[in-house]
């Protein structure tokens, strides 16, 4: 049986995914003024639900640090 990936979890609300896109985009912008490579993993996920433990076990295998 496949499992619901987004019955359980945080919801957010859209001002909450909207101020965290800017803040993404504003990291980006500062690496690439540094002459930094940029690589953005991000999900586009429908409904509330954007976090959960498996949605983070997704980042934290494709994260990657210096």
Do not use: C, S, Y
Not at 8 to 29: F, H, K, S, W, Y
Not at 32 to 57: C, D, F, R, S, Y
Request: aromatic share 6%.
């Amino acid at each position: 049986m496949m499992k619901n990936l987004f019955e359980t979890g945080t919801a957010v609300e859209i001002p909450a995914v909207l101020a965290n896109r800017d803040r993404r985009v504003a990291v980006q912008q500062q690496l690439m003024t540094k002459q930094q490579t940029v690589l953005a993993v991000k999900l586009n996920l429908a409904g509330p639900i954007k976090n959960n433990e498996t949605i983070q076990a997704f980042f934290l295998t494709v994260k990657w640090n210096n």
